[in-house]
């Protein structure tokens, strides 16, 4: 029979290697014993489980304590250095073939910095692309008996990361066109990443994800000329809402103030989709998400969003910086809508489902269930609120989905979308996007692999690992995704009968607004329509206009010039619901700006003590004068050239200053000389527009005359007093109710 083969192991092969021939005490020698060398693959008993593979925690965005060293390495060394660490003697010249020669392909410092360079930018989001972010906390108030989720624990604080943002326009686009603003928060829980992705209006375009791309496409630039940039005001986007009517509710939230808001810090913020929430106990119910602002909901107009896209297009991100800067930390609550979860996942004959539809909060309260605070910005724009990535699948324990088709949809788009946006499937290593929760995931290599994994086996079930990681059960926090029944159901592409409702809750928008807010949305609307060109467009919105409201449509149609059309059906017979509306209450008046016009010659005395107390009230005051540097040894924050209106809340006049003679061109000759005690234009200029934006008006002193030349005094919301902090209480009165109502032309009740 054939010998038995006779393989040497390695360990055998170094054994004699080393083995002295001449020895005969030596193993594998000539008549030595033969080796007892152990098998390499012979199976061991399993290593103790270890706490984790080593897997990415190094660093935390919010800089948390890891233990590993920091690898921060912007600008603070000693000396410039190339990206290996070799120290550089010059930065400025490249390495040529003498001082008028060519550039030698040899200088390595000159192509590293080139290359980095022409690769700096990145894809921007195919929506969302503009946006601004903030670091923040949230503290939990307790919600144990609806679901199990830790974060949301009594008193228990997680860090959050923030983004705002707008949804069509490129990433320099201005802030405050109009639009909706996403909302999107990514809580760094225990127990995993929770990303809730929302947007400030409660309900969306489309019902089926499969509609997403159309609804962006009509809504974006035109293909052919790529204009307009960042609006809704075109001819593709009023085709599509026209047609698909589903999209007329959410277009509805748009042409109301909504589409322009004040401030990031004066939204709120909503989930839209209906989620499922479960308790330790099992028990589930259905909820959606809202966020409620402290400073209350508050919008630009028109005419100041417009000014302020040119004056100021960051207005809104710089806003939020300023804010946080200052400590005036922007707060929100969380707030939850409870519906038992019941088959027909409907609430007071509302489709749970449909993400065009809101449940009214006079049927189901919002329940606070804890409170964000934003009190850090950003250390780097690029690596963190650039680089951040949201996701609806990023979910903890008690929380889960529903069937909710664009729900549904979305869970696909978020992650496919990072592959490109991001250069591949490792974007959760980036530090912005690094649970705190401990990660021991088996996903390896990948572009941009920035874990040096340990272990040789990522994968379950193995022994050489030691059997680990393990499966955790309810006790360990696992997740769980509810086993809800899933219908017996043909597979068909439609929607449920109840979708089929697209105008009842716009009217219940329409009929929700006060009058001045009804004026704003036909001019919104009339401004959109009059900027399209094709008629058949314009009369096809307005016969979706008429199903919502008879006098929106006649009014939107006389500014268009076009007759009103019958409605196709009833207008539906729905309840408002106060609670939609911004008008008729008070709110803080934290962080607001108050312009204080100034002069040499006018009680400055009174000056300084208005700008203490608009300090001490918790807003910021900038004094605004003919020129830079300072007035008396008050400092100057705005001249006549560089303060505008539109960034103030209120406006308080103390001096009433006139143009030095060498100010503006030589009048006419024939006018003859100027008037001494004519104001300067551009501060009759500030009061005229804050009056038109109903902002309230302030002055004592000298500042009355200017009232009186802007053509404003003794109207509403203009104040006058004789002291200065006098004015100021009774413009922080007004300045609570957001704006002088009163001053708005409200035709339609
Ligand atoms: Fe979306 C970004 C909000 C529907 C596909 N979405 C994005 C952002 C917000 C929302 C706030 C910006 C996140 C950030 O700041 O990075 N999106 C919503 C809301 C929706 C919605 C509230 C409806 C209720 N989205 C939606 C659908 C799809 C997408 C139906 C696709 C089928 N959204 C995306 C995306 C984006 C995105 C393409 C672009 C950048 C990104 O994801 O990270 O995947």
């Known amino acids: 029979s054939k010998p038995a083969k006779v393989v040497k192991n390695v360990v055998e092969a170094a054994a004699e290697k080393v083995t002295d021939p001449v020895s005969p005490d030596v193993p594998g020698a000539p008549g030595s014993a033969p080796p007892t060398l152990a098998e390499p693959t012979t199976p061991h008993d399993p290593l103790p489980p270890k706490k984790e593979q080593g897997a990415p925690q190094t660093r935390t965005p919010t800089g948390a304590a890891t233990g590993a060293p920091s690898t921060a390495n912007g600008q603070q060394g000693e000396f410039l250095t190339t990206s290996q660490g070799a120290r550089l003697r010059d930065t400025d010249h490249s390495l040529k073939a003498g001082p008028r020669g060519p550039i030698l392909l040899q200088d390595h410092h000159f192509r590293e910095k080139i290359t980095h360079f022409d ?417 058949a467009i314009k009369e096809r919105q307005l016969r979706c206009l008429a199903t919502i409201d008879p006098v929106l449509c006649a009014r939107v149609a006389t500014g268009l010039g076009l007759p009103a059309p019958e409605p196709t059906e009833p207008p539906a017979d729905v309840r408002p619901s106060p609670a939609l509306s911004q008008v008729g209450r008070e709110w803080p008046t934290d962080g607001r700006m108050v312009g204080i016009v100034i002069d040499a010659d006018h009680d400055l005395d009174g000056v300084v003590a208005v700008r203490s107390a608009v300090f001490a009230a918790g807003m910021v005051p900038l004094l605004i004068a003919a020129h830079g540097g300072k007035v008396g040894e008050l400092p100057v924050q705005r001249t006549f050239a560089t303060g505008r209106s539109v960034e103030l809340d209120a406006l308080l006049l103390a001096g009433a200053p006139v143009p030095a003679p060498d100010a503006l061109p030589a009048r006419d000759a024939k006018a003859g000389a100027a008037d001494a005690t004519a104001v300067d234009p551009r501060v009759l200029l500030l009061v005229q527009e804050s009056w038109r934006h109903a902002k309230a008006i302030g002055a004592w002193g000298a500042g009355v005359t200017v009232l009186e030349q802007a053509g404003v005094a003794g109207t509403p919301g203009v104040v006058t007093g004789g002291s200065a902090t006098e004015v100021l209480t009774d413009v922080q009165r007004l300045m609570a109710r957001h704006r002088v109502w009163e001053r708005f032309p409200a035709s339609v009740s």
């Open 119 to 535: 690769h700096e930018r990145i894809p921007e989001r195919v929506v969302h692309a503009r946006g601004t972010g903030a670091h923040g906390v949230f503290t939990g108030y307790g919600a144990e008996e609806i679901t199990r989720a830790g974060f949301l624990r009594k008193g228990k604080e997680t860090p959050v990361f923030v983004r705002f943002s707008t949804v069509l326009g490129s990433r320099g686009s201005a802030d405050t066109v109009r639009d909706t603003r996403g909302f999107a928060t990514k809580f760094y829980t225990d127990e995993g990443t929770f990303d809730l992705v929302g947007n400030n209006m409660p309900v969306f375009f489309i019902q089926d994800a499969i509609k997403f791309p159309d609804i962006i496409h009509a809504a974006k630039p035109h293909p052919d000329r790529e204009i307009p940039q960042a609006q809704s005001a075109h001819d593709t986007f009023w085709d599509f809402v026209s047609l698909h009517t589903e999209a007329q509710h959410h277009t509805m939230w748009n042409m109301s103030d909504r589409g322009v808001p004040r401030s990031f810090r004066m939204m709120e913020g909503f989930g839209v989709h209906t989620f499922r929430l479960v308790n330790a106990a099992g028990e589930t119910v259905l909820a959606k998400f809202h966020w409620k602002p402290k400073l209350g909901v508050h919008s630009l107009v028109w005419e100041e969003a417009q000014l302020i896209g040119g004056i100021d297009p960051d207005f809104h991100r710089r806003d939020l910086y300023d804010a946080i800067e200052a400590g005036a930390y922007p707060e929100w609550e969380l707030g939850l809508q409870v519906f038992p979860d019941t088959p027909e996942e409907t609430f007071a004959g509302i489709d749970l489902l449909d993400p065009t539809k809101i449940v009214p909060e006079e049927l189901a309260p919002v329940q606070p269930v804890g409170r964000l605070v934003l009190n850090r910005t950003p250390t780097n724009f690029f690596a963190e609120t650039e680089q951040v990535a949201f996701h609806l699948g990023h979910l903890v324990p008690g929380i889960d989905v529903t069937n909710d088709p664009l729900l549904q949809g979305r869970l696909f788009s978020y992650v496919d979308t990072q592959l490109t946006r991001l250069g591949g499937p490792n974007f959760s290593q980036i530090p912005v996007n690094r649970p705190h929760a401990p990660v021991n995931d088996m996903l390896r290599d990948g572009f941009h692999q920035d874990a040096v994994h340990a272990g040789v086996a990522p994968y379950r079930p193995n022994s050489l690992d030691g059997g680990n990681p393990f499966t955790a059960g309810d006790a360990e926090h696992a997740f769980l995704d509810v086993p809800v029944t899933v219908t017996e159901a043909p597979k068909i592409r439609a929607n449920p009968v109840s979708f089929d409702d697209h105008f009842s809750q716009a009217r219940l928008f329409w009929l929700s607004m006060s009058p001045t807010e009804r004026e704003h949305i036909i001019r919104a609307y009339t401004f959109e329509l009059g900027k399209c060109y094709h008629q």
